[in-house]
């Protein structure tokens, strides 16, 4: 099958390292890096089909070529959902990971639910048409942060079938579980449908 060249709307380098062991041949990624493209790519929206519109639309606008982006959320049941489409900036502006942590579990410190849920929403703009494309992945917050893998809210989440965080994973093990490997599951599908 011929290479199918996608640019990956990204500023995330974990993102794309686990994208990248998940979209193999025929696939090839372009990051923006390899575009030439140097731009903190604005995420103003309140949800996260909005925001992956908004980073592969501006990506296509600059490349015209097929991209894709994601826009994933952590999404805990007894807290309305919350840090959801704010994940990145839970704590504020500062994007630090420790914060948005330690602010998670002290919001729920004395809930006696912690189910919550990964989601992970795809943009694909192929052919000038855009596509949408979700991963889940179920799952419960831990009180306190183990492992040293991965990235984000990976040290407090132990998803549904086992009985490690992602972060005490390595990225293969993860792969199994996540909701961003669902996700990109069914964009592969479907791309391979489209130029087979
Ligand atoms: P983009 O450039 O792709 O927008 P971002 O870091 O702004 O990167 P998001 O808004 O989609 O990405 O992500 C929200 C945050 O949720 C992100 O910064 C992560 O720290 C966290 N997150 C996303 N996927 C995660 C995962 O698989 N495991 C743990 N945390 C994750």
């Not at 103003?44 to 959320?73: M, R, Y």
Request: aromatic letters at 10%; glycine letters at 8%; proline letters at 3%.
């Amino acid at each position: 099958m011929k290479t199918i060249e996608l640019v990956f709307a990204t500023n995330n380098q974990n993102k794309l390292n686990e994208i990248r062991s998940i979209l193999k041949e025929p696939f090839q990624i372009i990051t923006l890096q390899d575009a030439g493209i140097d731009i903190d790519i604005p995420e103003p929206h309140q949800t996260l089909e909005a925001n992956a519109s908004e980073k592969s639309g501006s990506i296509h606008q600059l490349t015209h070529k097929n991209c894709f982006s994601e826009d994933t959320g952590l999404e805990v049941f007894s807290i309305n959902g919350e840090p959801g489409v704010k994940s990145a900036r839970y704590a504020g502006e500062g994007r630090n990971f420790q914060d948005n942590i330690h602010l998670l579990l002290k919001n729920l410190e004395g809930k006696s639910d912690r189910t919550a849920q990964f989601r992970t929403v795809v943009s694909l703009i192929w052919d000038d048409a855009e596509f949408f494309f979700t991963g889940i992945c179920k799952g419960t917050i831990i009180e306190k942060q183990k492992g040293t893998e991965g990235f984000g809210y990976d040290s407090i989440f132990v998803p549904e079938g086992s009985s490690y965080t992602f972060a005490e994973m390595g990225m293969e093990e993860k792969n199994k579980f996540s909701h961003r490997k669902k996700a990109v599951a069914q964009l592969i599908e479907f791309l391979k449908q489209k130029v087979s």
